[in-house]
């Protein structure tokens, strides 16, 4: 199988700012194309465009607006797991032969219509995300004996590592009390334990092996990719303390990339809600079940910056189609050792974990340098 | 669908296929196995609590019924345990959302 290589990327900066979603998308792409040498418009083939904005026909303004008349151009919308579906996407196309590059750009405004699923009418009154990561929180903690000052830590260490991330929407520092103490959402969330919408875009550029040398000395290398869909409904999940999709989607993308967790020396994971970051850590097999926010605690003692060094979704901010990309993004400045203060020490093989709407759906990502 | 329709009046239905001998849940006029057309009956008022938790004064929690089927809902009554049983007082549909009241039996 030929090989794919991430080769540009640009990013905005995240806020509640209330930009066109068509300025976020151009605004990041320029960006890419800024930091990314001997780019031409000629040379893209394809461009995909990953978000939950009602705007139509994305693709086509982004490439007008930016000068590209691509082969191949559309949407991609899979709630939060949008933006590494669209990675997935332009990776097929690449290896398939239809194009040898192509342009993904992900974008969120903070009021994106993404964050409720109104179809899953299983969820009762309760629809809103912070009733699913109520009840996982809850189920996470009673089946593993483990503590909301536990938790809490989750938040603490993912705002930490933001401060330094110039384009996290979070440049603040808080406590395990400042998490307990703030706003109470339910018995099982505080304010302190949610990512929060926001406004941002994040662009990427894929690379066929026979053209990559064009535009990068430092290519990463998409080496394995798993995902997996197990409903839609958020009480089909089998249970409520560990991430089904994500497992499956780990054993695939651990298979096909020929690595295990051990190998993985940096992860972004999908921290939505601060409980996330332990279960994700547990599916995907970095500890046994239950043990993720031992781990979690570890790397904050030794100030090890190895899970989500950007500040995850709780620090960064979570424009839904951006996020997928962004912490693909992160992973490859680590492996690129171009992070910067985040920088983890010796980074040559990294994870990205994405999913949608209470860990129905799940990607993961193995990339290496 | 016959589900929303029954539901508006308060009363609960699942879908079940005769061919595959399942319950067909969220609510389906196919069967999402053999793909054939779905036969309703009332559901099981009494149910399980497999998690809750609590907003303000209010409990919400997953509860199971017939043994298969989770549903979100709201309990009205009673403190609620892990597995411990309940009972649909009311259901219906208020702006677009299915509701659920459920007690806590003793
Ligand atoms: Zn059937």
Request: net charge neutral; hydrophobic share 35%.
């Amino acid at each position: 199988m030929s090989k794919v290589a991430i080769v540009g990327y640009g990013l905005t900066k995240f806020s509640k700012d209330d930009f066109k979603i068509e300025s976020v998308l151009i605004n990041a792409t320029k960006n890419l194309f800024d930091s990314t040498s001997n780019l031409n418009q000629k040379d893209i083939d394809a461009v995909l465009v990953s978000t939950n904005n009602n705007s139509k026909y994305l693709s086509a303004i982004l490439s007008e607006m930016m000068g590209i008349q691509p082969k191949i151009a559309h949407s991609v919308e899979s709630l939060c797991n949008s933006g590494t579906n669209s990675i997935v996407a332009a990776y097929s196309y690449i290896v398939s032969g239809l194009a040898e590059l192509v342009l993904i750009s992900g974008a969120e405004k903070y009021d994106s219509p993404g964050q409720i699923l109104e179809w899953d009418k299983l969820r009762g009154q309760f629809k809103h995300p912070i009733f699913w990561a109520s009840i996982f929180s809850k189920s996470y903690k009673r089946k593993y004996s483990i503590t909301d000052e536990d938790i809490a830590l989750v938040s603490v260490k993912n705002h930490k590592q933001s401060k330094n991330n110039p384009n996290a929407f979070s440049q603040i520092s808080v406590s395990v009390n400042d998490v307990l103490n703030s706003k109470k959402l339910t018995d099982d969330l505080r304010l302190l334990d949610c990512s929060r919408p926001c406004t941002g875009g994040a662009s990427i550029l894929l690379a066929s092996e026979n053209i990559y040398k064009k535009f990068t000395d430092d290519p990463i290398w998409i080496t394995g990719i798993g995902q997996k869909t197990t409903s839609a409904s958020f009480t089909k999940n089998l249970a409520f303390h560990t991430m089904e999709s994500t497992k499956q989607a780990a054993l695939s993308a651990f298979q096909m990339s020929k690595q295990n967790p051990n190998n993985i020396d940096v992860v972004e994971v999908h921290d939505a809600f601060s409980v996330c970051e332990p279960m994700a850590l547990d599916s995907i097999g970095f500890t046994k079940l239950g043990e993720g926010m031992k781990m979690v605690k570890e790397v904050y003692l030794t100030e090890n910056s190895k899970i989500n060094p950007r500040g995850g979704l709780i620090g960064s901010g979570h424009p839904l189609g951006a996020t997928g990309i962004a912490q693909t993004i992160e992973i490859t400045q680590q492996l690129q050792s171009k992070a910067g203060k985040r920088q983890v020490d010796n980074a040559n093989v990294g994870l990205i974990h994405n999913m949608s709407a209470a860990a129905t759906s799940s990607t993961v990502l193995v990339l290496e340098n | 669908m016959n589900f929303e329709s029954e539901l508006k009046k308060g009363n609960f239905l699942i879908s079940e296929c005769i061919h595959c001998k399942i319950i067909v849940w969220p609510p389906s006029e196919f069967c999402n196995q053999c793909l054939n057309e779905n036969s309703w009956r009332k559901c099981s008022r009494k149910g399980k609590i497999i998690e809750f938790s609590k907003q303000k004064e209010t409990y919400f929690c997953v509860a199971e019924f017939e043994k298969s089927i989770k549903i979100m809902g709201e309990i009205v009554s009673g403190e609620p345990k892990i597995a411990g049983q309940i009972y649909i007082v009311d259901c219906g549909i208020v702006n677009e959302n299915y509701f659920l009241k459920m007690r806590v039996l003793e």
